[in-house]
């Protein structure tokens, strides 16, 4: 990557590669082959972390080894266009969403994160699309400090605790995902934090559908909130 000059097209060849890839400058990273068998893996850094204003990356798995504290994506600024991507972390999250990056996070598998799957935080943004969100300890997506995300048609399910968890002066719009089968609650928002929800099917939650407390707000337009 050090040789690619901006906007340059990499492929990567099916393989498993020990790598802590570093995008400061944009690129088109793209698997040449079955997303399962293209895996990047770090131990004691981020498997990707995006510092650049524009790139994309698709098709691949990255996977977040144990050691340290680091999410297995870490999104800093720009607009990553992330799809058809397989992320796992067994360190922090999944995907970190931080400061002006306002990425486009689309069709992937997002699961089994230490942590939450997606977390979106100091005023970072970013559309989420057509993901599935699974089995990840705490929220499937985590939502705080400012932040204003866009969720719409994505399946958030079978987490440990929360679905979606917006609190610290959190927003965000949440539109059309279908969120269910978590440990707590579909959703939980807290301290200070306006999200508007609308359209979607929060059902079949271990516990509660939606939760509101401390001080948390929102906006709730037609949503199906059922057999919680």
């Known amino acids: 990557m050090r040789e690619a000059k901006p906007n340059d097209l990499i492929m990567v060849a099916p393989g498993s590669y020990v790598e802590s ?29 995006f510092q650049t204003s524009s790139g994309r990356v698709a098709n691949m798995s990255l996977i977040q080894q144990s050691g340290g504290d680091f999410a297995c994506i870490n999104i800093k600024q720009g607009q990553l266009v992330l799809e058809g991507c397989d992320v796992t972390s067994e360190s922090l999250c999944c995907i970190a969403i931080q400061g002006s990056a306002d990425p486009i996070i689309k069709g992937n598998r997002i699961h089994n994160g230490a942590k939450e799957g997606i977390s979106v935080f100091n005023y970072g943004k970013g559309t989420l699309e057509d993901n599935k969100i699974f089995e990840n300890a705490l929220a499937g997506v985590n939502i705080e400090s400012n932040a204003d995300p ?13 679905g979606v968890y917006c609190h610290d002066s959190g927003k965000g719009i949440i539109e ?24 979607n099917r929060i059902h079949d939650e271990r516990e509660s559908g939606v939760v509101i407390h401390t001080n948390g707000e929102g906006l709730f337009e037609d949503n199906e909130i059922f057999a919680n």
């Open 176 to 199: 059309d995902n279908e969120i269910f089968q978590n440990t707590v609650a579909g959703v939980c928002i807290s301290t200070r934090a306006h999200p508007l929800l609308r359209q």
């Open 150 to 162: 866009t969720l719409t048609r994505n399946r958030i399910y079978d987490g440990r605790s929360y």
């Open 21 to 49: 890839l570093v995008m400061d400058k944009p690129l088109e990273i793209v698997g040449d082959g079955d997303c399962n068998r293209i895996r990047i893996k770090s131990k004691d850094s981020s498997a990707l972390t």
